[in-house]
């Protein structure tokens, strides 16, 4: 059965960085989609980053965060620096087939907090 497993979240003071790993088994990932959602509380969950020719970034996020995969080893990695209180949320890792518009694969999710 396909499974993704997140890792890498924590506690980090404002300013300071987290690499979260998803670590993709069951079923081969490559010519997926892959992407990082998160959700604060009180919020709707949403994208992140994601990849897969090209790499897409939230405005939020675009210059401190970076997506990157491993096809040889199934894994996605998302790269955060200068995080910010606002950052905290459950950090989902998700993927799709190219070819549907909607995620069918989701992980259990990571909790980030960023203190201030």
């Known amino acids: 059965q396909a499974q993704l497993v997140e890792s890498g979240g924590g506690l980090v003071q404002a300013g300071g960085s987290l690499r979260l790993s998803c670590a993709a088994s069951?079923?081969?990932?490559?010519?997926?989609?892959m992407a990082w959602f998160r959700q604060a509380p009180g919020k709707e969950r949403e994208l992140v980053a994601r990849v897969f020719i090209t790499t897409y970034y939230a405005d939020s996020v675009n210059g401190r965060f970076t997506i990157s995969r491993d096809n040889a080893k199934s894994t996605v990695f998302l790269q955060m620096n200068n995080l910010k209180p606002e950052d905290s949320g459950v950090y989902y890792c998700?993927?799709?087939?190219?070819?549907?518009?909607?995620?069918?694969?989701w992980g259990q999710g990571t909790q980030v907090t960023v203190s201030s």
């Open positions: 998700a993927a799709r087939p190219s070819s549907l518009n909607e995620f069918n694969y």
């Open positions: 069951g079923r081969t990932f490559r010519g997926y989609v």
